[in-house]
Structure formats: structure tokens, C-alpha cells
């Protein structure tokens, strides 16, 4: 990949950061929603087609994200009910850190033992 692909890649993301932030000044809920698109997903699909032009690895890949992307969703219980229970800031985010991370540990786990068997 050369640079001037690479640094767009950066520039691109900065700039969805950077938007998700300023937007939610403005209105938590419009910038919930700028950050609930599937932006990541939509900017690697495009690249990945531009890239390698293999539909295969795009459908494999949009299937896989499809499963995998309820494991990360517990990460944001914490933080939803943080003001109304009284926790921190950090404390929720930990608390969705270790959700998020334990559910993924268990999926890792069970799937690693159905390929064993």
C-alpha cells in the first residue's frame, strides 16, 4: 500500500472521530447515531474492493463482522446506565471493557473447542 493511500485511510477515520465528537456537543442522540453506522465496515469494504476486487473475501467478511458484531454490544451497558446509577466515567467504561472483553473471551473459547472436536 502506498502513502498517500495509508494516509487517507488516517484521515478518513481522524475525520469520522473528530465529527462523532463535535456532533454529540451538538446532540448526543445524532451523534449515537453518526457513531451506530457501520462506518469502519463501510470504509474497509470500499478499500478492500479497491484494493483486491475479490467479492468472495467481501462476503466472507461482511458475514463474519454479521455474527461477530453482537459481542461487542455489552460494552455499552455500563456507559448507558452510568448517570442513572451514579457511576464514573471510568468505572463504566472499565466495567464495559470487561463485559465486552469476557464476552469475547467466551466466544473465543467455544470456538475454539467446536474446532477442535
Not at 465528537?21 to 445524532?30: A, F, G, Q, T, V
Not at 442513572?84 to 473447542?113: D, E, M, Q, R, V
Request: net charge positive; glycine share 6%.
Amino acid at each position: 500500500m502506498n502513502l498517500m493511500a495509508y494516509l487517507l485511510r488516517v484521515v478518513v477515520a481522524a475525520g469520522i472521530i473528530v465529527a462523532v465528537s463535535e456532533l454529540s456537543k451538538r446532540s448526543p442522540r445524532y451523534g449515537a447515531l453518526l457513531l451506530s453506522l457501520p462506518l469502519t465496515s463501510i470504509l474497509a469494504f470500499a478499500f478492500s474492493w479497491r484494493q483486491h476486487q475479490d467479492l468472495a473475501s467481501i462476503s466472507t467478511l461482511a458475514k463474519d463482522t454479521l455474527v461477530l458484531v453482537p459481542l461487542g454490544l455489552p460494552f455499552f451497558v455500563p456507559l448507558a446506565l452510568a448517570s442513572h446509577y451514579g457511576w464514573n466515567f471510568y468505572a463504566a467504561f472499565a466495567a464495559g471493557l470487561l463485559l465486552a472483553s469476557a464476552t469475547i473471551g467466551t466466544w473465543l473459547i467455544s470456538a475454539s473447542k467446536c474446532s477442535d472436536a
